[in-house]
């Protein structure tokens, strides 16, 4: 079967079946940013955006999003080398492997709040992103910095 | 450029999702590979029909026992050789000794196609009477192997019939006559849980045959030449025949450093000719490989009565699972990189057992041995200060081991860099130990406690670890390191690329990094034991020690000087600071037809001894003596790991050990059904630590100088993993008075301790 909708801003048309994830077409169609940690939606890495909101790639069948908008770190990246220049300066990358689910929480994040945005906040909305390397204090200090950086005159 | 926060060379590449993790290399044509695993938990195959599966269509083969040789056990842990870890198995088995062992493997078109081939093997089996207990299963009357079924390089203790995978002993004079010689004995037993490693990447390998009879292996590793090495021993093939890469890695902590999976796709491809990948679920990658080793740990701890510590005893028993992957070198570091934390008492012993049984074998672990070890001895400190009566930073501060003094357990005997005073004394500031120590109470519920926990760990293997680097001057006047090493996420890669233009005097632009590849890379142990930046990273040093000796010998022939220039941002200078040439211009003349010289460079280092690196941890925490639970406020870490190359690398590894700790000691918990299947076996049945539950984290670096390391540094992958569990238990032994001994410390443990003390007549200290 096909399904066409909106990825990264430009329409496709793509054969999928009745069981592929959006995780599995992206990463199938090169986007390598989407990784998948748990195939359960428990671990945040697959995070994408649906019509501009954060959700669970792993966690949604390709074949009912007929229509919607994707945007994966792909179609963001001039935002997301922002961000990661942060997380990076922070030594808060680590592996790696979990920081596309995370810069896409964190920019979608930053849609929602206004600066100046508190460490608590920052850890409430990365509670459903698993990292098992840095013990997330590096990526909430490289966030609070990212949202906060116009107050700081950073920008 | 060493002691600055430079970012990782990868790091911003990584964050936007670049092609560099195993999967990413994947093409579309490459066969795809399922493992059938056992659904019981000791058997012996005796038929496998496999017609049901071929019948399937896209699938092209179906690997069984039948297709790897049987008759030479191997180990698959990737350490250096000769291993100590117990050999005994292969890479498919006939007896399968775990619930989800492999039994065989679909190799198929798609993954669609190798799932519905999966589900149609016939397997018949031979059931076997399995244990799980390794506290009953020495000596139990079912041995998991038979004779022939296992091998050893060297005697590691290994009594197949009795169960035994190993065995370690440590004895340093009569422990038992100074012990009843001891105004006071702390005896305590300890039982810490098995643990998942939870790497955010699952195990991967991807394959393919080069045209040339040869294999080029892409896996997601922690050892390039050791997986190289024990695949095509097992699979029966000279080594040259396996190329392995290690790409990006993503998170390993030991976990990675068994090759579970790597002979399995090399199998397939040796079978098919052609590519094959293999990328495992979560519930796969958690069912098949490995955890922390549970252990049961006794420490008696003899002292006299104004804390001075007299005599040190531990007792040792893991549970290595299935099968023998590094339980003898578990017992090692059990005891090796625990011990010596504090000064040599009259007699000191370490006995190390290591346990068959029919459960997931364990392996690999950051920290490996030393944190279940760590947990009880820190546990008994913390108790005999209770005790006594003592402040626990007290007591440690009575007994700990300094710089310049020795230890019959320590690698390489005597320590040579140390401020661990200074840790305890800081940490103690920072925490608000005065204000806080022990404890108080915030309402009628709420107890608020500090508590605190040392440890060391060790740098590399001592007499053990060797590996070479090499750099090369290229024309341009840009320098190639070439280094077997293998960075698992760490930012290892940037370490000895800091080491390197640090000993060259250039930017670090100017040095390119190739790393993790058995056919271009000089030979590296791998990551494991702590070892990039110390072993490694000396070797590096070595090498482009070697190079500035060469460019300058070179140049001073080339340019006709009577003493060698030296290399300075790039260019080179005379004794009297004159230019005499760029690198680049240098670099060019030496590579042209005039004189066609390649400068390359090979340093090499054995490791003589692994020269400890400390830790201070101190926690905040409340528990709340209705519920149990317990929130953690806040924790420090006080490091002394040497010179600290990269201060922000080394921070968040800080963090992150210790996080990966407090999910040990509060929540993660491997748990198996009666018949030997995991419980736990996802992440919504395995929890751990989320960002809610990482309390803010404070570390600070006290920089002793190694003077055998590079720059002054010592190792830190591990060594910041051990202190929360024991400083989480101590707390709240000051909280409620109750001794925590079995991990992990949940609310119904919290409750049933305090229940207990209520029955006993015991009441809380505040």
């Not at chain 2, 399995?264 to 098949?288: G, H, N, Q, Y």
């Not at chain 2, 060391?456 to 001057?473: P, W």
């Not at chain 2, 101590?730 to 001994?741: I, K, P, S, V």
Request: aromatic share 6%; with cysteine.
């Amino acid at each position: 079967m096909q399904v066409s909708l909106h990825v990264n801003g430009r329409p496709v048309t793509w054969e999928t079946t009745l069981s592929q994830t959006l995780a599995d077409a992206l990463r199938e169609h090169g986007c390598t940013s989407v990784k998948c940690g748990c195939e359960q939606g428990t671990c945040g890495m697959c995070t994408v955006w649906l019509d501009g909101k954060p959700v669970l790639s792993c966690s949604l069948l390709l074949c009912r999003l007929s229509g919607r908008e994707v945007t994966t770190v792909e179609g963001v990246e001039p935002q997301a080398r922002v961000l990661a220049s942060y997380l990076v300066a922070e030594g808060g990358d680590q592996c790696g492997f979990c920081a596309p689910g995370y810069i896409m929480t964190i920019l979608a994040m930053e849609k929602e709040v206004s600066a100046p945005v508190s460490e608590e906040t920052v850890q409430a909305y990365l509670a459903g992103n698993l990292c098992r390397c840095t013990g997330y204090r590096s990526k909430l200090r490289a966030a609070v910095k990212y949202l906060n950086r116009s107050q700081n005159g950073t920008v | 450029m060493i002691q600055k926060p430079v970012g990782k060379v990868d790091g911003m590449a990584a964050c936007l999702g670049k092609p560099l993790y195993v999967e990413d290399f994947i093409p579309r044509n490459a066969l795809r590979l399922k493992i059938v695993q056992s659904p019981h938990a000791f058997a012996y195959i005796e038929k496998i029909d496999t017609a049901r599966a071929l019948a399937v269509h896209g699938v092209v083969c179906v690997l069984t026992y039948e297709d790897v040789p049987q008759d030479h056990p191997i180990t698959l842990a990737a350490e250096a050789a000769p291993e100590g870890s117990t050999h005994d198995r292969v890479i498919l088995e006939r007896t399968v000794r775990f619930v989800g062992e492999p039994v065989a493997v679909i190799v198929a078109e798609t993954e669609e196609a190798a799932e519905a081939g999966a589900r149609l093997v016939d397997v018949t089996y031979r059931l076997r009477t399995p244990h799980f207990d390794y506290e009953t299963a020495i000596d139990d009357g079912i041995p998991l192997y038979g004779p022939g079924e296992s091998f050893v390089h060297f005697d590691n203790g290994h009594v197949p019939e009795r169960n035994i995978i190993a065995r370690k002993d440590r004895v340093y004079q009569d422990v038992e006559t100074v012990l009843a010689d001891c105004d006071v004995v702390e005896d305590v037993t300890v039982h810490t849980q098995a643990q998942a490693h939870i790497q955010a990447e699952t195990h991967r390998t991807y394959c393919y045959p080069d045209g040339r009879g040869r294999l080029v292996m892409i896996t997601s590793c922690q050892s390039v030449f050791n997986t190289q090495r024990i695949i095509t021993e097992g699979l029966g093939i000279p080594a040259y025949r396996l190329r392995v890469i290690k790409p990006k890695v993503g998170g390993a902590f030991g976990g990675k450093n068994t090759s579970y999976f790597e002979g399995l796709v090399a199998a397939a491809v040796l079978k098919t000719d052609r590519p094959c990948a293999l990328v495992l679920s979560r519930e796969e990658s958690m069912t098949i490989s490995n955890t922390r080793h549970a252990a049961r740990s006794r420490i008696r701890l003899g002292a006299s009565r104004d804390g001075t510590f007299r005599a040190l005893d531990i007792d040792m028993l893991i549970n290595g699972g299935a099968h023998g992957e590094h339980s003898f070198d578990v017992l090692n570091v059990g005891g090796g990189n625990t011990m010596p934390i504090y000064r040599c008492c009259e007699a000191e012993r370490f006995t190390g057992r290591a346990a068959y049984t029919n459960l997931v074998p364990a392996g690999a672990f950051r920290g490996f041995g030393a944190p279940q070890v760590v947990y009880g001895l820190e546990g008994a400190v913390s108790d005999l200060a209770w005790k006594l009566g003592m402040d626990s930073s007290e007591l440690r501060l009575k007994n700990i081991i300094h710089q310049g003094e020795k230890h019959p357990f320590l690698s390489g005997g005597v320590v040579n860099s140390s401020r661990l005073e200074e840790l305890i004394r800081r940490g103690r500031e920072l925490i608000g130990w005065e204000e806080e120590y022990p404890s108080h109470r915030v309402d009628d519920h709420t107890i608020q406690a500090v508590g605190m926990a040392i440890d060391m760990h060790g740098s590399g293997i001592g007499g053990l670890d060797s590996v070479n680097a090499t750099v090369s001057l290229n024309y341009d006047g840009s320098f190639t390191l070439f280094a077997g090493a293998c960075d698992l996420g760490t930012g290892g890669d940037t370490i000895l690329l800091q080491i390197a233009s640090q000993t060259l005097n250039v930017d670090m632009e100017r040095v390119q990094i190739e790393v993790s590849d058995t056919k271009t890379t000089p030979y590296d142990k791998g990551a494991y034991a702590s070892s990039t930046t110390y072993v490694t990273g000396n070797a590096v040093k070595d090498a482009c020690e070697q190079m500035l000796r060469r460019i300058g010998e070179t140049a001073q022939k080339l340019y006709g000087l009577e003493e060698p220039p030296h290399l300075s941002d790039g260019e080179l200078l005379d004794g009297g600071g004159n230019r005499v040439d760029t690198l680049e211009e240098f670099s060019h003349k030496i590579a042209s037809f005039s004189s066609a010289e390649q400068l390359t460079c090979t340093g090499a280092f054995k490791c003589p001894s692994a020269p400890p690196p400390y830790v201070a941890g101190f926690v905040k925490l409340r528990v709340d003596t209705e519920t149990g639970k317990v929130t953690l406020l806040n924790y420090v870490a006080m490091v002394d790991c040497g010179t600290v190359i990269n201060p922000n690398l080394a921070r968040v590894q800080v963090e992150g050990g210790i996080a990966q700790c407090m999910g040990y000691a509060l929540y993660e918990d491997m748990r198996f059904s009666k018949t030997g299947a995991m419980l736990s076996n996802d992440l919504q049945k395995y929890r751990i630590p989320c960002s809610m539950d990482v309390p803010p984290i404070q570390v600070e670096f006290l920089e002793s100088f190694e003077p055998s390391g590079p720059y002054g540094a010592k190792s830190m992958g591990e060594v910041t993993f051990h202190t929360a569990a024991p400083a989480i238990r101590e707390a709240l032994l000051h909280a409620t008075g109750c001794q925590l001994n079995t991990l992990p410390i949940t609310p119904e443990k919290v409750l049933a301790a305090l229940e207990e003390q209520k029955e006993k007549g015991g009441r809380l200290p505040c």
